[in-house]
C-alpha cells in the first residue's frame, strides 16, 4: 500500500522497526511522543535530521544527495531516477542497502516506485548537494550537449573547473552582464547564454543541468561506495601486550614523580584557571618527558581526583587524599584506573597549547579543554581499531583517520582528523596501543571494565623482582619491577637515573640522608643492601653510608604546638606532674617553659578542668579570647565521575512505542459525552468519577487525558475495570495489559462512541 505522509508510513511500521528507530534517534524519544504524528513533527525537524545525518556513512549521504537532486522532498521519486543520478557503476544492491538504512532512520520513506525524503533534509544536506548548483528554468528543454560543444576551449575549461568542484566561482567579470556580442571573457560569454549564473558582482554559479551535461554518465561524480583501505601488519598478541605494558609502568612511574613534585611545590592555578606554561615545563625537566606527555599524565591525574585546585585565596594544583589510596595500589590497579578515567574524560589533552578563538594559548586544566563528545570520539578510534584481528595493527594513523571519516563524514567538526592522531598517541601512551594494535588489556577495559582489564595488565606486566645489583659506582640496577616494599625503600634511599625494562638508581649523600631524615637508620640501610642485593656491597658504599650517618642529626628539631610559661617553678612542676599534664604531653625544655604537641586551645581546657586556671597570649605577651567561633567548612561539590551517556534499554523502547500506539489509537476514536477538569487540574473531580464508574458498568471504552509524575501529557484509550481509593484501573487495549492511573492526574475523561 502507497503511503502519501511520513505520519501514515510510520503508523505502518511494526514496533520492533519504531523502536529501532528511537534508539537510532534518541533526541526522538525525549520528551516522549503522544503519538506517531508527534514523532513524524520531530524526525522531519531541521535540527533532529542534521543529528541524524552525522551518524551516515559517506556513499549513503550520496544516496541522500542523489535522492535531494531528484526532487524527493517535493515529489516521489523512483528507485531507477535514483540509481541514474548516482551513474552507472554504482551497484544497485548498495544503493538498496543505503536507502534501508536511510528508511530505518526515517530519512526516507515510501515503497521503491514512490520515494520520498523530510523536507528538511535539504537544509541539512547544504546549498549544494552532489557539488551541484541549483536549477536554471531557462536551460529546460535545451540540447545542453550540443551548445557546449560548440564554446570555446577557455568557456569550456570554466564550466568544467566549476563541474568538478563546488559549483559556484569568483571572477570580476560577473560585475555586469553584457549581450553575447559585446562579452570579451569567458566569463561574461558564458553569462550572456545563460550557461551561468549571476549571484553577486563576484561570484558565478554553475547550473544544474550544465553540471550533469558536463558530468555525462556519472552525475554524482566519483562516488566513494566502499570505505578506503587501510594497511595493516600482524603481530604477535604477546608482543604487543608486553610492549604496552612497558608503557603503562611508565606511565604509573611519572604520575607518582608528579604527586611528589606537586606534593612538596604546588604549581599555581592560573588566574583565568589551568596550569602555567612555566609550570609544565618545569614538570617535562623533572619527569624528563616532552610536554604533550606532561599535560596528559596532568589531566589524568585531575579526572582521577588524585590532584585538585585548593580553595584558598591563591589557589594550587595540590595531590589529594585519593593520591595516597592511588599510591597503594598496585601497579595494575593504579594503570587501571588510569586507563579508565581516560576513556571516559570529557576533555581534550591534545588541545593544550593550541589558540583559542581569541588567539590565546588554551592552558593544561583549563575549562578550555572540556569537551563533552571527547568519550565518544575515543571510544569510535578505539572500536575501529578492536575490529581487526587481535595483535593487527594499522600502519599510519592517516588510514585510520580515512576509513572514519568515510564512515562518518559530518562528525568530529573541524578537529576530526585531530581526534583520531590525539586518540592514538595518548592510547599508546597508557598502554592501550601497541604498535597500531588495540591490547588485551584495552579490550577487556571497553569490554568489561577496569577489574577485568586489571588482571590482563597484570598477565602482561613483568613479574616484580625481589632483588636488585649494586654496582660499584654506587649505581643500583633493578633488573625488572621491584615489589612494592622494595621499590618504596629503594626509591628512598636513591634516584632513578634512567628507567625501561631494567631501572637505574643513583645514590649520592644527598638520598642516603633523605632516608635517615625518614626515620632509616645506618643499620636499616646496611642491612637493605646486604639482604637484597644479588651481587657484593662495594665498600665505598658502606663508607658513605656511615659517613653520612655520623653527621646526621647532631642538630635536632621538634614539634610543639604550644607552650606555658609560668615563674612559679613549684606550680609548673605540679601542672606538669599532674594526670592532665600527662594527657597533653607537657615536657620541660627551660626553666619556666613546657611545650605540649596539643592545641593551645585543648590545653587550656583541659588544665581548667584539672582546676587550673591558665590564660592564653598572643606572640607580644597580651592575653588572648580563644572561645570558639564555630566551625566553618568550605562547601564544594565532588567532581561527579564522567561517563558515556547511557541508550535506552529494549523494554524502555518497547515501553515508548507502546505509548505512542495507545496515543494514536485515542487520536482515532470518536468522543462522546466528555468531562474535563477545569485548568487541566485542582478541580473537583466527582464528574470525572462518575463518568468513570459508568464506563464500568456499562462496560465501555473512555478516552483519558492523563499528566504523569514528570509533566509528559499523553493520550490513552482503556477499558475501566475498577475505580476507587483516587485510582482508576483500566485494559490498555493496544498492549492487553492493566494499567493503574491517579484520578488527580487525568485532565479529561470521554466516553467512545462505536464507529
Known sequence: MSVSTLTEWLRERDDAA???LLGARPDLATPIPADTSVLATRAGSRASVARAAESLDTFTLTVLDALLLCDADTRPVTLAEVAAMLGTKVPRKRVR???????????????????????????????????LGRRSAELDGRDLTAVIAELSEPERKVLATL????????????????????????????????????????????????GLALRGAHPMGQVKVNPPPVQTTAHKLSTVDATAAGEAMELIRHTEKLIALWSGEPPAVLRAGGLGVRDIRRLARELQADEVRCTLIAELALGAGLVIATDT??????????ADVWLAATPPHRWATLASVWLDLPRLPGLAGSKDLRDKVIAPLSEELRRPLAPASRRRVLDALGEFEPGTGVDSPDDLAGLLAWRAPRRGGRLRDDLVFWTIREAQALGLVAFGA?????????????????????????????HVLVQADLTVVAPGPLEQTLGHEINLVADVESAGGATVYRISEASIRRALDAGRTSTDLHELFRTRSRTPVPQSLTYMIDDVARRHGQLRGGAAMS????????????????????????????PGVLVSPVPLADVLEELRGAGFAPSAEDSDGRLMDLRPSGVRVPLRQRPK??????????????????????????????RGRTVALAGGGGADTSATLALLQEAVTQGRNVHIGYVDANGTASQRVIEPIRV??????????????THRFALHRITAVSLVEDS
Open 313 to 322: 585565596s591563591t589557589p594550587q594544583w595540590a595531590p589529594t587524599t585519593q
Open 18 to 20: 519504531l523502536a529501532r
Open 438 to 466: 588495540l591490547t588485551s588489556a584495552a579490550r577487556a577495559l571497553i569490554e568489561d571494565g577496569p577489574a577485568v582489564a586489571a588482571k590482563n595488565m597484570a598477565d602482561a606486566m613483568p613479574q616484580p623482582v625481589d
Open 163 to 210: 563541474a568538478e568542484g563546488q559549483p559556484t566561482g569568483r571572477s570580476r567579470d560577473a560585475n555586469v552582464i553584457v549581450p553575447l556580442e559585446q562579452a570579451e571573457t569567458p566569463v561574461q560569454k558564458l553569462l550572456a547564454r545563460g550557461l551561468l549564473l549571476r549571484l553577486d558582482a563576484e561570484t558565478v554559479e554553475l547550473p544544474r543541468q550544465v
Open 641 to 670: 565521575p564522567a561517563g558515556v551517556p547511557r541508550t535506552a534499554s529494549p523494554e524502555q523502547l518497547a515501553d515508548l512505542v507502546s505509548a505512542m500506539r495507545a496515543g494514536d489509537k485515542a487520536a482515532g476514536t470518536r
Open 563 to 590: 607552650f606555658l610559661r609560668c615563674d612559679d617553678e613549684a606550680l609548673l612542676a605540679e601542672v606538669a606532674a599532674s594526670p592532665a599534664g600527662a594527657r597533653l604531653e607537657l615536657r620541660k625544655i627551660a
Open 724 to 737: 476507587g481509593a483516587g485510582v482508576v484501573e483500566g485494559l490498555d487495549s493496544t498492549r492487553s495489559e
Open 97 to 131: 542497502e543505503a536507502l534501508d538504512t536511510l528508511a530505518e532512520l526515517a530519512l526516507v520513506w515510501g515503497p521503491d516506485d514512490a520515494l520520498s525524503v523530510v523536507p528538511s533534509a535539504r537544509e541539512a544536506a547544504g546549498m549544494f548537494p552532489g557539488g
